[in-house]
Protein backbone atom coordinates (compact mmCIF):
# COMPACT_ATOMS: atom_id res chain seq x y z
CA UNK A 1 0.00 0.00 0.00
CA UNK A 2 0.93 3.73 -0.47
CA UNK A 3 -0.36 5.03 2.57
CA UNK A 4 1.51 4.75 6.33
CA UNK A 5 0.55 1.61 8.16
CA UNK A 6 0.05 1.08 11.81
CA UNK A 7 -0.26 -2.19 13.42
CA UNK A 8 -1.61 -3.75 15.84
CA UNK A 9 -5.20 -1.81 14.67
CA UNK A 10 -6.30 -2.37 18.63
CA UNK A 11 -4.42 -3.14 21.36
CA UNK A 12 -5.78 -4.48 24.93
CA UNK A 13 -3.36 -4.96 27.23
CA UNK A 14 -3.48 -5.46 31.51
CA UNK A 15 -2.22 -2.12 33.55
CA UNK A 16 1.55 -2.93 34.14
CA UNK A 17 2.75 -4.46 30.87
CA UNK A 18 4.79 -3.28 28.19
CA UNK A 19 3.29 -2.63 24.39
CA UNK A 20 5.01 -1.79 21.15
CA UNK A 21 3.55 0.00 18.47
CA UNK A 22 4.94 -0.28 14.99
CA UNK A 23 4.67 2.21 12.36
CA UNK A 24 5.83 1.56 8.51
CA UNK A 25 5.95 5.81 7.28
CA UNK A 26 5.64 6.14 3.12
CA UNK A 27 8.47 4.93 1.56
CA UNK A 28 10.70 7.90 0.88
CA UNK A 29 9.33 10.14 3.80
CA UNK A 30 12.32 11.34 5.79
CA UNK A 31 10.14 12.65 8.64
CA UNK A 32 7.98 10.47 11.28
CA UNK A 33 5.68 11.46 14.14
CA UNK A 34 4.59 9.94 16.87
CA UNK A 35 0.95 11.35 18.22
CA UNK A 36 -1.39 10.59 20.78
CA UNK A 37 -5.20 11.47 20.74
CA UNK A 38 -7.23 10.92 24.20
CA UNK A 39 -11.47 11.11 23.95
CA UNK A 40 -12.25 14.19 23.59
CA UNK A 41 -9.01 15.90 23.13
CA UNK A 42 -7.03 16.96 20.58
CA UNK A 43 -4.02 15.16 18.69
CA UNK A 44 -1.13 15.74 21.68
CA UNK A 45 2.48 15.82 20.00
CA UNK A 46 4.93 12.63 21.54
CA UNK A 47 7.79 12.50 19.47
CA UNK A 48 9.32 13.63 15.97
CA UNK A 49 12.55 11.62 13.55
CA UNK A 50 14.14 13.50 10.80
CA UNK A 51 16.40 11.29 9.23
CA UNK A 52 19.52 10.93 11.00
CA UNK A 53 19.14 13.84 13.05
CA UNK A 54 18.74 13.44 16.57
CA UNK A 55 14.73 13.03 17.74
CA UNK A 56 12.70 15.98 19.42
CA UNK A 57 10.97 14.01 22.35
CA UNK A 58 9.76 16.81 24.00
CA UNK A 59 6.01 15.32 23.96
CA UNK A 60 6.96 12.10 25.49
CA UNK A 61 4.83 12.22 28.80
CA UNK A 62 7.33 10.33 30.99
CA UNK A 63 10.18 7.88 30.61
CA UNK A 64 7.66 5.16 30.43
CA UNK A 65 7.33 6.26 27.02
CA UNK A 66 10.18 5.62 24.01
CA UNK A 67 10.51 5.50 20.56
CA UNK A 68 13.09 3.78 17.82
CA UNK A 69 13.18 4.42 14.52
CA UNK A 70 15.46 1.48 12.76
CA UNK A 71 17.09 2.25 9.24
CA UNK A 72 15.33 5.80 8.45
CA UNK A 73 12.41 4.01 7.98
CA UNK A 74 10.12 1.81 10.58
CA UNK A 75 9.36 3.16 14.02
CA UNK A 76 8.31 1.35 17.54
CA UNK A 77 6.95 3.26 20.02
CA UNK A 78 6.96 1.52 23.44
CA UNK A 79 4.71 1.95 26.50
CA UNK A 80 6.50 0.52 29.95
CA UNK A 81 4.26 -0.63 32.96
CA UNK A 82 1.43 0.75 30.84
CA UNK A 83 -1.61 2.78 32.79
CA UNK A 84 -5.00 3.13 32.30
CA UNK A 85 -4.89 6.93 31.79
CA UNK A 86 -2.40 5.49 28.72
CA UNK A 87 -5.48 4.27 26.61
CA UNK A 88 -5.46 6.66 23.55
CA UNK A 89 -5.57 6.01 20.07
CA UNK A 90 -1.92 6.06 18.97
CA UNK A 91 -1.12 7.98 15.46
CA UNK A 92 1.86 7.72 13.33
CA UNK A 93 2.13 10.30 10.80
CA UNK A 94 4.96 10.54 7.56
CA UNK A 95 5.97 13.60 5.12
CA UNK A 96 8.78 14.64 3.09
CA UNK A 97 11.35 16.93 4.15
CA UNK A 98 10.25 20.69 3.78
CA UNK A 99 8.35 22.81 6.25
CA UNK A 100 5.28 23.43 3.98
CA UNK A 101 5.12 19.47 3.43
CA UNK A 102 2.01 17.78 4.79
CA UNK A 103 1.62 15.21 7.01
CA UNK A 104 0.23 11.64 6.03
CA UNK A 105 -1.36 10.01 9.07
CA UNK A 106 -1.96 6.64 9.29
CA UNK A 107 -5.33 5.00 10.84
CA UNK A 108 -3.62 4.10 14.45
CA UNK A 109 -3.77 2.10 17.28
CA UNK A 110 -6.49 1.91 19.70
CA UNK A 111 -4.47 1.15 23.25
CA UNK A 112 -6.77 -0.31 26.06
CA UNK A 113 -5.50 -1.03 29.75
CA UNK A 114 -7.70 -2.76 31.70
CA UNK B 1 3.51 25.66 22.18
CA UNK B 2 1.02 28.03 21.67
CA UNK B 3 -2.48 26.83 22.01
CA UNK B 4 -5.21 27.03 19.28
CA UNK B 5 -9.27 27.12 20.13
CA UNK B 6 -11.63 25.62 18.23
CA UNK B 7 -15.38 26.32 19.41
CA UNK B 8 -17.74 25.00 20.11
CA UNK B 9 -16.75 21.38 20.55
CA UNK B 10 -19.34 19.95 18.40
CA UNK B 11 -21.59 21.09 15.72
CA UNK B 12 -24.88 19.93 14.39
CA UNK B 13 -26.46 20.78 11.28
CA UNK B 14 -29.01 19.81 8.41
CA UNK B 15 -27.77 17.86 5.34
CA UNK B 16 -27.71 20.51 2.40
CA UNK B 17 -26.56 23.58 4.89
CA UNK B 18 -23.77 25.63 5.14
CA UNK B 19 -21.74 25.44 8.33
CA UNK B 20 -18.60 27.79 9.17
CA UNK B 21 -15.96 26.51 11.73
CA UNK B 22 -13.32 29.22 13.27
CA UNK B 23 -9.97 28.67 14.62
CA UNK B 24 -8.45 31.62 17.45
CA UNK B 25 -5.11 31.86 18.56
CA UNK B 26 -3.15 34.99 21.08
CA UNK B 27 -0.20 33.98 18.84
CA UNK B 28 0.76 34.99 15.28
CA UNK B 29 1.22 31.97 13.05
CA UNK B 30 2.98 31.33 9.35
CA UNK B 31 0.87 28.61 8.48
CA UNK B 32 -2.66 27.56 8.99
CA UNK B 33 -3.77 24.16 8.35
CA UNK B 34 -7.36 22.61 8.62
CA UNK B 35 -7.37 18.29 8.63
CA UNK B 36 -10.36 16.22 8.78
CA UNK B 37 -10.93 13.30 10.75
CA UNK B 38 -13.21 10.37 9.75
CA UNK B 39 -14.34 7.55 12.20
CA UNK B 40 -11.64 5.17 12.99
CA UNK B 41 -9.25 6.92 10.40
CA UNK B 42 -6.45 9.41 10.98
CA UNK B 43 -7.08 12.89 10.03
CA UNK B 44 -6.39 14.28 6.20
CA UNK B 45 -5.16 17.72 5.09
CA UNK B 46 -8.09 19.44 3.66
CA UNK B 47 -6.65 22.83 2.99
CA UNK B 48 -3.27 24.41 3.79
CA UNK B 49 -2.89 28.44 4.03
CA UNK B 50 0.50 29.90 4.37
CA UNK B 51 -0.40 33.65 3.52
CA UNK B 52 -1.83 36.23 5.56
CA UNK B 53 -5.61 37.13 3.68
CA UNK B 54 -5.12 33.99 2.13
CA UNK B 55 -8.91 32.36 0.60
CA UNK B 56 -8.04 29.27 -0.60
CA UNK B 57 -10.87 27.24 -1.95
CA UNK B 58 -11.08 22.78 -2.27
CA UNK B 59 -14.43 21.64 -3.54
CA UNK B 60 -16.83 22.96 -1.31
CA UNK B 61 -14.46 23.97 1.39
CA UNK B 62 -12.99 27.64 1.22
CA UNK B 63 -10.50 28.26 4.17
CA UNK B 64 -8.88 31.58 4.92
CA UNK B 65 -6.17 32.80 6.52
CA UNK B 66 -6.84 35.82 8.94
CA UNK B 67 -5.33 39.34 8.38
CA UNK B 68 -3.63 39.23 11.62
CA UNK B 69 -2.47 35.89 11.14
CA UNK B 70 -4.28 35.05 14.93
CA UNK B 71 -7.18 33.13 13.37
CA UNK B 72 -8.68 31.49 10.43
CA UNK B 73 -11.80 29.54 9.27
CA UNK B 74 -13.20 26.81 7.62
CA UNK B 75 -16.48 26.80 5.76
CA UNK B 76 -18.30 23.85 3.98
CA UNK B 77 -20.84 24.51 1.88
CA UNK B 78 -24.07 22.65 0.77
CA UNK B 79 -22.99 20.03 3.36
CA UNK B 80 -23.86 16.50 2.32
CA UNK B 81 -23.66 13.09 5.34
CA UNK B 82 -19.93 12.19 4.27
CA UNK B 83 -18.99 15.24 6.00
CA UNK B 84 -19.70 14.19 9.11
CA UNK B 85 -16.56 13.93 10.99
CA UNK B 86 -14.10 15.82 13.49
CA UNK B 87 -12.44 19.39 12.01
CA UNK B 88 -8.91 20.30 13.37
CA UNK B 89 -7.19 23.44 12.85
CA UNK B 90 -3.49 22.65 13.07
CA UNK B 91 -0.22 25.09 12.75
CA UNK B 92 3.81 24.22 11.60
CA UNK B 93 5.72 25.32 14.54
CA UNK B 94 9.57 24.27 14.87
CA UNK B 95 10.55 20.96 12.84
CA UNK B 96 7.79 20.92 10.82
CA UNK B 97 5.56 19.87 14.29
CA UNK B 98 2.07 20.01 13.69
CA UNK B 99 0.20 21.26 16.62
CA UNK B 100 -3.75 20.70 16.53
CA UNK B 101 -6.75 22.07 18.03
CA UNK B 102 -9.21 20.22 20.21
CA UNK B 103 -11.18 19.40 17.03
CA UNK B 104 -14.51 20.07 16.54
CA UNK B 105 -16.75 16.88 15.76
CA UNK B 106 -19.43 17.68 12.69
CA UNK B 107 -22.77 15.60 12.71
CA UNK B 108 -24.96 16.40 9.56
CA UNK B 109 -28.80 15.39 9.46
CA UNK B 110 -30.09 12.98 6.51
Known amino acids: GAGVSQSPSNKVTEKGKDVELRCDPI?????LYWYRQSLGQGLEFLIY????????KSGLPSDRFSAERTGGSVSTLTIQRTQQEDSAVYLC????????????FGNGTRLTVT | GQQLNQSPQSMFIQEGEDVSMNCTSS?????WLWYKQDPGEGPVLLIA?????ELTSNGRLTAQFGITRKDSFLNISASIPSDVGIYFC??????????FGKGITLSVRP
Open chain 2, 49 to 53: LYKAG
Open chain 1, 27 to 31: SGHTA
Open chain 1, 93 to 104: ASSNRGVNSPLH
Open chain 1, 49 to 56: FQGNSAPD
Open chain 2, 90 to 99: AYTGANSKLT
Open chain 2, 27 to 31: SIFNT
